[in-house]
């Protein structure tokens, strides 16, 4: 069964990130790559992490709430976004 999430506005930053990302990789003369992972982290939330070259890491709160006897995800972005280059992290100013 395929539930509809309804993310929240915060998330279009994390998504323009992706299509940003997506449009340089096809404009690249070259091979390129473009990787999502998404973690649970402890406090019902979740690390989302985009690899492309630069690691950019976002942490979005996860909150399950019953709805119609269904569960369904409330998820916020929390803002706390980092970049890991070299094996570094990095924050970014906004």
């Known amino acids: ?6 993310l929240e506005k ?5 998504l323009a990130k992706i ?4 449009s340089e990789l096809f404009a690249h003369n070259g091979f390129g790559e473009l990787k999502i992972e998404m ?5 019902r ?3 989302i992490i985009i690899r492309c ?13 019953p709805a119609h006897g269904r569960s369904r995800t409330n998820p916020v972005l929390v803002p706390d976004e980092t970049v ?11």
């Open 84 to 94: 890991r280059k070299g094996g570094r992290q990095q924050s970014i100013q906004a």
């Open 45 to 47: 939330q979740k690390e």
């Open 39 to 43: 973690k649970f982290l402890k406090k």
């Open 1 to 6: 069964m395929h539930m509809k999430l309804e």
């Open 10 to 14: 915060e998330h279009r930053k994390i």
């Open 53 to 65: 070259g630069k690691d950019f890491r976002y942490v979005v709160d996860y909150n399950i709430t």
């Open 19 to 22: 299509e940003e990302l997506y």
